[in-house]
RNA sequence: GCGCCUGUGGUGAAAUUGGUAGACACGCCAGACUUAGGAUCUGGUGCUGCGAGGCUUGCAGGUUCGAGUCCUGUCAGGCGCACCA
């Protein structure tokens, strides 16, 4: 009987779904093991083939547990909220609930063919009420918290208040000191703002015109938006935000604890970017007040100018009457430029501001000037320049013609500064003759101990920005009174997205649930308590913005745990039983973005005692991304003949995408040529040996250069065991390598024997010597493979395997019997049949994960590298149980005759490896 | 500029972690069978040379009896961060 893969997959995906195979349900009497996929957002395009490379190789380790009797949750659902589903909708003018909707059930279809064992009991979408209901009500607890950076952890902020009251702590408002006590709601409410981990913030965030949004630092690249690569401005507004610099240290050291790759740790320790320094306190000349911070306390003599950043609060302050109108014209013009327009732009620019400050150290008078290489978003937005070891001071420096003096003994700084952090200081008073090491302590000491400053960690990850100004979202649950924020109460969640018409973005930034303020009422009347407020009009509707797309995705992997739960986020004992992701599978693209916001959002559901886990995902695999070929065909100009790739240097071509679904090993299918494009039906073709051969190469798979495989059509042409194969084959997961469909013939063949071989297989005998040491080299092999996450080499291995087997004629039902365990997790529908055919009645996955046995495995003769004089010569072979004495005498003997020997000079033999046998022979 | 990663046949890649480099697969070559088919099977296939042999893991050194693997330098490619004081 023929491999009938088609019947089989459809017949045993049928039955999965029937029979729910793949649920789980918390069983505290076995092991649990949680495996996620990074779940997808589920875009227009449908998945191409490079797609489930990471969901196949989840899956593989998914049923490879289950199969060692491990209890495993192995969740899939869609990350439907955000930019990328509502551009979609925009652009195909459509609502995004009905294109989000057709998107999933597309995804879901072709996920279905590929055989995965997702339990779909416990789907979860971030657009439904029932999932989004838990990120909203997280959004309240966090704005409900404040960080206590002495317990290092979220507090109630009922506890905050409390502290100010019972400690009659002053607040001073504009110039008069109050007591809290004291403090009109208002006045109350902007403090506390300081301290919410969800709080509002007037803060310059990353504005894009043309999507009509803000968007967080992760999401612009270069001055642009990741998202259609808009230009993005700077520009200050009241936003939400979320205070993830609070947790900036704790985000560092839990790294620590992971098992994640080196290199997206390395990532996120550089966007966390800890830096450790001083600040300290200057005076004017006029007796105002700044703070600076700095790496390179130990540089103060050097200081020859202050620079202050041009957005700084400070500038206004410090500026004399006779700068005031030059530096305000300077401030007005670096506000103008963009971000992208400032970093293409290097130019050196800036203004005195008439000022000057002393320098504590030594009493010298510094000019002030206001530059934009100072940021105002970093340290305190004011700097203390010393040109000679700091590369922007000194261009700045020798820009305006001002004084360098190096500091370290024996530096050149007559061209370029000094920037290393090594040699002996000089030129510096008390620090003269100390390691630049030796010196920053010195001086931070100095200073904490003048009260001049103090020494101060200083870190590069910025709070988020929590609001966007787009309808595709989830609803903040809050409204306004007097302008203070309300959080609707707990019970009246979710607070659900209307359904308007209206829901593009607009340019002023007006969000589109502008557009339903008849909602706004009609919500505030159902979910405020205080029904006078509404009629009097004192309160104002529900918050206009929507949530970030990385809202949805930064707890979901909690709510897999448990996804039904009407009454919490999860229930303490699922969360209990789950714990945290013990392997957690995507792309590296998220490094900065969702697995800081993960990360961080964890660990604040772990300060309030939602989650016992502090960090979420313990082992992370990033999958590789894979590439498109793609192929060309030769066009002469201005003709409508093609040219074989290998006589196109005879003519003037141009290369032209072609289609790479009508090319087979880079030969042209001529035909489909053809009938491909209008405007090819009449094309002419000049061929080598009768062949049209196309040109190739890597690039990106995407619709524009026609390289894009659909799973859907290699599952059609070789069935989905084989693309699951296919893909693992393919080279190590982690890496990026291109997709080339013409290798999959392999792994189909591969499929195709040993389906004949289990159907010749009918011999109840046992296995003999030889059958059962090929047998078990592959249980050693793909056991060790699988948990490598080395399934290239596995799926090698089953090949080897079976041309051993066939070689030997195999014909053992229990040869097949554990073949069918083995293939199981990489090709689940073959083994199923196999397994049903040999009278099991139960699914192949709850078969039990063979053992392998030493014993089969020993070698009845071992080789060994024999090396004389210096060099190795050959390899030879010993039986296994071989001593020193038999391979010394065996090696001698061999030496006689050797050609590599005369027979007289051998002064030393080592015999490697595993035994080494050392024999010193002297002349 | 700083940090991380990767360089092996025509192609995707292996290499028991220091032990006969190129497993396995694609492709290619030759053959078998066949109602010549993009089916199946068998053998060959790193480069070079008629040959014995020689050469070969980006390049140059080093350690070692022995290096794709370890060390130093260098080149190339990729990724991340980047006026972060």
């Known amino acids: 009987m023929e491999y009938s893969f088609k019947e089989i997959e459809q017949k045993w995906q049928k039955k999965w779904a029937n029979e729910q195979t793949y649920k789980v349900t918390e069983d505290v009497n076995k092991n649990k093991f949680y495996i996620l996929n990074m779940f997808p957002y589920p875009s227009g395009a449908g998945l191409h083939v490079g797609h489930p490379l990471g969901y196949i190789a989840s899956d593989i380790y998914a049923r490879y547990k289950r199969l060692n009797g491990f209890n495993v949750l192995n969740p899939m659902g869609y990350d439907a909220y955000g ?17 989000t909707n057709a998107n999933v059930a597309r995804y879901r279809e072709q996920l279905d063919k590929i055989g995965f064992s997702f339990d779909w009991n416990r789907e979860i979408r971030t657009c439904s009420p029932d999932y989004y209901h838990w990120t909203q009500w997280a959004f309240q607890k966090m704005y409900e918290s404040y960080y206590d950076s002495k317990l290092q952890k979220a507090q109630p902020i009922s506890k905050l ?22 403090l009109s709601e208002i006045e109350q409410n902007d403090i506390l703002m300081n301290y919410r981990i969800a709080f509002l913030g007037e803060t310059m965030v990353n504005w894009c015109p043309e999507l009509g949004t803000v968007l967080a630092n992760d999401e612009v690249v270069d001055g642009v938006s990741i998202r259609g690569g808009y230009p993005v401005v700077q520009q200050k507004m009241r936003q939400w935000c979320l205070r993830v610099s609070a947790y900036a240290q704790r985000l560092l050291d839990g790294l620590e604890t992971l098992d994640w790759s080196e290199s997206i740790k390395e990532t996120q320790k550089n966007w966390i970017g800890r830096s450790e320094g001083a600040e300290i306190q200057f005076k004017t000349k006029d007796g105002k007040q700044f703070t600076i911070f700095t790496t390179r306390a130990d540089t103060i003599f050097g200081v020859t100018f ?44 800036g203004v005195f501001t008439g000022n000057y400050a002393i320098n504590p150290f030594n009493g010298k008078e510094i000019p002030i000037w206001v530059s934009d290489y100072v940021l105002s978003g970093y340290g ?131 969000p589109p649930l502008g557009n ?106 990033n999958q590789g991304m894979i590439q498109g070929r793609s192929n060309f065909v030769y066009r002469i100009k201005n003709t409508n003949t093609f040219v074989s790739y290998n006589l196109r240097k005879q003519y003037d071509t141009t ?22 494009r209008s405007e090819y039906n009449d094309a002419e073709f000049i061929l080598e040996d009768g062949k049209y051969i196309c040109g190739w190469a890597i690039e990106k798979m995407s619709k524009s250069m026609f390289n894009v495989v659909n799973p859907d059509m290699i599952v059609e042409k070789f069935g989905a065991d084989t693309l699951r194969m296919y893909e693992m084959f393919l080279g190590p997961v982690e890496q990026s390598k291109p997709w080339d469909t013409n290798g999959i013939d392999g792994c189909h063949r591969f499929l195709n024997k040993l389906w004949h071989l289990a159907e010749k297989s009918t011999n109840e ?50 040869v097949i019997e554990v073949l069918s365990v083995l293939i199981a997790p990489f090709a689940p529908h073959i083994a199923e049949e196999f397994w049903e055919k040999l009278g099991h009645n139960t699914s192949v996955c709850d078969a039990k994960w063979p053992q392998y046995n030493e014993e089969y495995l020993k070698e009845d003769n071992i080789k060994m590298m024999i090396s004389f004089n210096g060099k190795t010569r050959f390899a030879m072979e010993f039986p296994a149980d071989a001593d020193k004495e038999a391979i010394e005498k065996a090696v001698l003997a061999d030496a006689q005759t050797s050609k590599y020997l005369d027979g007289k000079s051998i002064i030393k033999v080592i015999v490697v490896p595993g035994r080494m046998v050392n024999i010193v022979h002297p002349k």
């Open 161 to 182: 208040i409390q502290e100010f009251q019972s400690q009659n702590k002053t607040f001073n408002i504009n110039g008069i000191v109050k007591t809290w006590n004291e």
């Open 516 to 621: 339903a303020q008849e909602w706004a009422w009609d919500e505030l009347r159902k979910k405020v308590v205080d029904k006078s407020l509404i009629d009097n009009k004192t309160i104002h509707p529900i918050e206009l913005f929507t949530m970030p797309g990385f809202a949805g995705s930064s707890a979901y992997y909690l709510r897999y745990m448990d996804p039904h739960n009407s009454k919490s986020l999860v229930s303490k004992e699922n969360d209990e039983y789950w714990q945290n992701v013990d392997l957690y599978v995507g792309g590296s693209e998220h490094a900065t973005g969702h697995l800081i916001y993960s990360r961080f959002w964890n660990k604040f559901l772990f300060d309030i005692g939602v989650s016992c886990k502090e960090e979420p995902f313990q082992k992370l695999i």
């Open 765 to 814: 005998e046992s296995p003999t010597k030889e059958e059962l040491k090929s047998l078990h080299k592959l249980i050693k092999k793909v056991t060790e493979d699988i948990e490598h996450f080395s399934y290239n080499t596995s799926v090698a291995a089953f090949m080897i395997c079976l041309n051993e087997l066939t070689s030997l004629k195999c014909d053992k039902k229990q």
């Open 306 to 349: 202050m620079v202050l950043a041009p957005e700084s609060d400070l500038v206004n302050e410090i500026t004399t009457r006779e700068q005031k109108k030059e530096v305000d014209a300077y401030v007005e013009e670096t506000s103008k430029r963009t971000e992208r327009e400032r970093m293409i732009d290097k130019k050196v620019s």
């Open 83 to 99: 930019l990328p589903a509502e551009q979609y909708a925009i652009q195909t003018g459509q609502h995004p609930e009905i294109t």
């Open 380 to 510: 305190t937005g004011a700097i203390m320049a010393v040109p000679a070891h700091d590369s922007r001071d000194y261009a700045f420096a020798k820009h305006f013609n001002l004084p360098i003096i190096p500091l370290i003994e024996g530096c050149d700084v007559s061209t370029e500064s000094f920037d290393a952090k090594e040699g002996i200081v000089c030129n510096s008073d008390f620090l003269n003759g100390l390691s630049v090491k030796e010196a920053i302590a010195k001086t931070k000491q100095y200073i904490t101990h003048q009260g001049i400053g103090k020494v101060k960690i200083n870190y590069k990850l910025r709070d988020a920005i929590f609001s966007r100004q787009r309808y595709w979202g989830e609803p903040f649950p809050v409204y306004y009174k007097n302008g203070i924020p309300q959080m609707i109460p707990e019970d009246c969640l979710p607070l659900l997205l209307p359904a308007v018409d209206k829901f593009q973005p607009t340019e002023t930034g007006e």
């Open 655 to 676: 290369p032209i995408h072609v289609d790479v679904n009508i090319v087979q090993n880079d030969i042209l299918d001529t035909v489909a040529f053809k009938a491909w």
